[in-house]
């Protein structure tokens, strides 16, 4: 190969190494959509979210615009692989794009026993039954996380409305105040597989993962008080026992910026102090 050729083949390489980053960087912008329609309702939650269709926050949208995810990471990048039941592990894969704070990656080896969380909010307790038989990539990353503090200090970012009744939170770095452009953003560096989707349904009490496309799961959830319209595509890990009502007083006092799409911030801040995993007990 000549020097000239040499020349083309590394300038090639660096432009498809640019492409790649700005996909990435684009999917995560648009991270964490909900899509899903309910009568004239299209839902989106997630990311730019926050000024993006639909009700909910950082979810959703009440309006007749049709909002559709970006771009998914997982189109240019390496994809996350599913639980082996053999090996008793998962695979997770790094998602450096977007607002990272960066706290490692999960263990691969994961524990499938029953577990519960306790996410500790300024509010009061919202304690969440967590099925770590049919999500154990997703439960092992909260427990991660958690032991990590990666949530503490947070604040749940987008809530949506009786007609898309969510409440989105796990954005670590969310000002959660009608102002932010980076809301629904955050993550934590790395992303794994949707779990527990076949006849998933998203009814009250319900706590799945948002996303922005196949795979993509990070630190975002959604908290769902009503009864949310949505196509199965959001991996529900658990179901709140306790403090649910905390989210429905939440939901009454409404939301910040609203910017036409029926979603903002919760004009009632719910700020995340801790967020504990144990066993069921």
């Known amino acids: ?17 640019q492409m790649r980053r700005r996909a990435e960087r684009e999917a995560r912008a648009k991270r964490m959509t909900i899509v899903g329609s309910s009568v004239a309702t299209v839902v989106v939650v997630g990311a730019v979210v926050a000024a993006t269709v639909l009700l909910g926050g950082d979810d959703s949208s009440t309006t007749t615009t049709a909002a559709t995810p970006g771009p998914s990471a997982s189109q240019t990048a390496a994809q996350p692989t599913a639980y082996d039941a053999a090996a008793g592990t998962c695979g997770y894969v790094a998602a450096p794009e977007g607002e990272v704070k960066d706290v490692g990656m999960p263990p691969a080896q994961v524990d499938t026993s029953p577990k519960t969380m306790t996410l500790k909010t300024n509010l009061g307790d919202i304690v969440v039954k967590l099925d770590a038989a049919k999500t154990p990539c997703t439960v092992n990353s909260f427990a991660h996380l958690a032991g ?3 949530f503490d200090g947070s604040k749940c970012h987008r809530l949506g409305s009786d007609r898309f009744p969510i409440l989105q939170c796990g954005d670590p770095l969310a ?13 934590p560096g790395y992303r794994f597989v949707d779990e527990n989707l076949e ?4 009814t009250r009490g319900v706590v799945a993962m948002a996303n922005s496309g196949p795979n993509t799961n990070g630190s975002q959830f959604f908290i769902v008080y ?16 306790k403090g649910l009502e905390i989210v429905d007083e ?8 609203d910017g036409g799409d029926g979603t903002g911030a919760p004009k009632k801040t719910v700020e995340i102090k801790d967020v504990t995993i144990s066993a069921k007990g």
């Open 1 to 17: 190969m000549s020097g000239k050729d040499r020349q083309k083949q590394l300038a090639r390489e660096h432009y498809e190494r």
């Open 148 to 150: 990590k503090d990666y």
């Open 175 to 187: 000002k959660a105040d009608g102002k932010g452009t980076t809301d629904g953003q955050g993550g």
């Open 199 to 202: 006849g998933a349904k998203y």
């Open 226 to 241: 009503g009864d949310a319209t949505l196509p199965a595509n959001y991996t529900p890990f658990g179901t709140v026992t």
């Open 250 to 257: 939440v939901n009454k006092a409404g939301v910040i910026g």
